[in-house]
């Protein structure tokens, strides 16, 4: 069994950062896609970003390409999201993901979920 611990959320003024952390165990870390997905009130889950089991590829939603960085610690079984210049629209429940796949694909599901961290940005 997989335990995915998110930690990082708060609130941040618009234009603000944070940088959110998921703690992973249960299985080796290193072979696995991570990701980031998304939530806001009255919406459905969103895909953010994704990396590759060993970090050389990443993917990002159109909605947060370069403004999010995701970037993962294979040493500390951890994946990271680096938001800066938040907006608004980013308010929501953030959702860390590990799939069972080396790469990531959107037709790939994760698997694994943590229970998620609360991010709100205040316009």
């Known amino acids: 069994q997989v335990q995915l611990v998110e930690s990082g959320g708060g609130l941040v003024q618009t234009g603000g950062s944070l940088r959110l952390s998921c703690a992973a165990s249960g299985r080796t870390f290193s072979s696995y896609a991570m990701g980031w997905f998304r939530q806001s009130p009255g919406k459905e889950r969103e895909f953010v970003t994704a990396i590759s089991y060993s970090g050389s590829s990443t993917y990002y939603a159109d909605s947060v390409k370069g403004r999010f960085t995701i970037s993962r610690d294979n040493a500390k079984n951890t994946v990271y999201l680096q938001m800066n210049s938040l907006k608004p629209e980013d308010t929501a429940v953030y959702y860390c993901?590990?799939?069972?796949?080396?790469?990531?694909?959107?037709?790939?599901?994760?698997?694994?979920w943590g229970q998620g961290t609360h991010v709100t940005v205040s316009s």
């Open positions: 993901a590990a799939y069972s796949e080396r790469y990531y694909s959107p037709s790939n599901y994760p698997n694994y």
